[in-house]
């Protein structure tokens, strides 16, 4: 039996990089799969790229009121979730000099308020034995310049992973996260990270020399573990968080 048979999971941030990457390993694994993204034409081509056990829903995690309409959206395709992967995110960085409060709110409202609030909605949906995944970022753990606001987005994940878990502990929802190094996706892009195409592939290089194994990560290697965390092979793993990241944080 395919370790997903049966469940269903909804994924935010689906229509790209890691996030699409899971909801292809979870449609592997049996699950009937929701992605949610920002942009209806990619969520729309994402979910159909997927197949017939995928379904697309045009959600802003920046935008409180579009959250406060996720779970009615989610009632239309389903009635309860088994997994929630809270993916969607943006890597911005600057100087702590040259942050704007505009640029901080955004990290921050899509990163954090976005995630917490998203699962806030989307709870009362989930199945008691449900699993909570949170991508955060090897960010949460080591020091960088610029990523000041990204990583302590990131870092506000991994506590609520095991907040929550703390919380939820009565009906056996575990919630654990995630925390990728540099990984090959959209999100490395000028338009994305708000670089030129110079500072980009400088930041590329640097990066590459502190991943010991010398090189970015693919989105199907976070996807599997995602996945892993989604199923019961981790079933007495709650609170916890798994590194993948080619060694960069632990070598
Ligand atoms: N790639 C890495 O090196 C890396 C490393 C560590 C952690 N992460 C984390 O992994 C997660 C996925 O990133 P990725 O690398 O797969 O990048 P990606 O391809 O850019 O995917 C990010 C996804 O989040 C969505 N998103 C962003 N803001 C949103 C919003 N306000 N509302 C709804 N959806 C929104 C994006 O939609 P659009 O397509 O519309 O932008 C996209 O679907 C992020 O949380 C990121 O911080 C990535």
Known sequence: M??????????TGGNSGIGFATAKEFLAQGAKVIITGRNEKSVREAAAELGENAFGIVSDSAHMEEITKLAE???TITQTLDIVV???????????ENMSEEMFDEIMNINFKGAYFSIQQLLPLINNGGSIILNTSINAH????????YAASKSA?????KNLSAELTSRKIRVNAVSPGPVGTPLHSSEKLGLSEEDLQSMGESLTKQIPVGRFGEAEEIAKTI???ASDDSS???GSELIIDGGM???
């Open 249 to 251: 944080y632990n070598l």
């Open 227 to 229: 996945s892993f965390f």
């Open 73 to 75: 959206q989610v009632k």
């Open 2 to 11: 395919k370790k997903l048979e049966g469940k269903t999971a909804i994924i």
């Open 142 to 149: 080591i020091g960088m310049a610029g990523a000041t606001v």
């Open 157 to 161: 994940l991994l506590t609520l992973a």
């Open 236 to 238: 007495f793993i709650l």
């Open 86 to 96: 809270i993916n969607a995110g943006v890597g911005k960085f600057n100087s702590l």
